[in-house]
């Protein structure tokens, strides 16, 4: 499964952004996927969580219902709608996408995800 993620750029605080990531399968190739970001000199972070199937849509504490991750699995896409943006948003933001089912208890971890994309960065200014 290949992952094409999209949408990044440079936002002013306060502004927003919709990122996109496409898989290359049908979603039901990938059960759960997932946004993670990694600024520079830290490590890689869970944002955001979805399954196909089950409920439950975790997300980073830091988000603070910012952001919103929705799916289009008619079009194998998975979105991150990012509102209210602040400069501790500024990273790269990967997809990943599970081979299999993941539980809701490790849908944060790094672990539970096969299939990473290439990184769309965000930049926000003050």
């Known amino acids: 499964v290949q992952l094409q993620a999209s949408g990044g750029g440079l936002v002013q605080t306060g502004g927003s952004l919709r990122l996109s990531c496409t898989a290359s399968e049908r979603t039901s190739s990938t059960p759960a996927m997932a946004w993670f970001r990694q600024a520079p000199g830290k490590e890689r972070e869970f944002v955001a969580a979805?399954?196909?199937?089950?409920?439950?849509?975790p997300y980073a504490d830091f988000v603070r219902g910012r952001f919103t991750i929705s799916g289009d699995y008619a079009k194998n896409t998975v979105y991150l709608q990012m509102n209210s943006l602040e400069s501790e948003d500024t990273a790269v933001y990967y997809c990943?996408?599970?081979?299999?089912?993941?539980?809701?208890?490790?849908?944060?971890?790094?672990?539970?995800?096969?299939?990473w994309g290439q990184g769309t960065l965000v930049t926000v200014s003050s």
């Open positions: 979805i399954r196909l199937r089950g409920s439950g849509k």
């Open positions: 990943a996408a599970s081979r299999d089912y993941v539980i809701l208890s490790r849908l944060r971890e790094l672990e539970a995800y096969a299939f």
